[in-house]
């Protein structure tokens, strides 16, 4: 098993590549296991010896685990989804203070769970999304004043 260490968008990540078979690859990142399907670009090379080494499945941990950038309005934060998601879990309330870095919203994409961070410190003002609910790309999921 591979061991990788990836600091995204200040985040700390340890990803262990269990297996690699074809296009498919077993990761395990921060202790959660996930089964991932590799990309054209990213797809093994036929070598046994290289097919650890060349098939990092963190690509696809990269372009999940960036922190959202936030979107002033006034003096209010808009905390935007990262990409088109599943609401899976709410963990704000409104009332509720909050850091920068804090997650607010996990979503489900691509079947991976991504938590959504706050990109402001305050109070949560106003939490615009339900558990269940589809998200799209930048849509407002948490106001922080």
């Known amino acids: 098993m591979k061991t990788y260490s990836f600091t995204i968008g200040g985040k700390k ?23 991932v399907e590799l990309s054209e670009e990213a797809a093994p090379a036929p070598t046994v010896a290289e097919a650890p080494v060349a098939a990092p499945a963190p690509v696809v941990k990269e372009t999940a685990a960036p922190a959202p950038a936030a979107v002033p309005a006034g003096k209010e934060t808009a905390v935007p989804a990262p990409m088109q998601g599943t609401v899976v ?4 309330s409104e009332g509720q203070a909050v850091k920068s870095g804090d997650t607010v919203i996990v979503i489900e994409s691509m079947k ?5 961070a706050s990109t402001a410190d305050g109070v949560v003002k106003a939490v ?18």
């Open 89 to 92: 879990e709410v963990k704000v």
């Open 112 to 116: 991976m769970e991504v938590e959504i």
């Open 128 to 145: 615009k999304v339900s558990k269940g609910d589809q998200l799209e790309e930048g849509q407002t999921v948490v106001i922080v004043a």
């Open 13 to 35: 990540y340890e990803v262990e590549i269990a297996s690699v078979e074809g296009k498919k690859a077993s990761v395990s990142v921060n202790g959660k296991s996930y089964d």
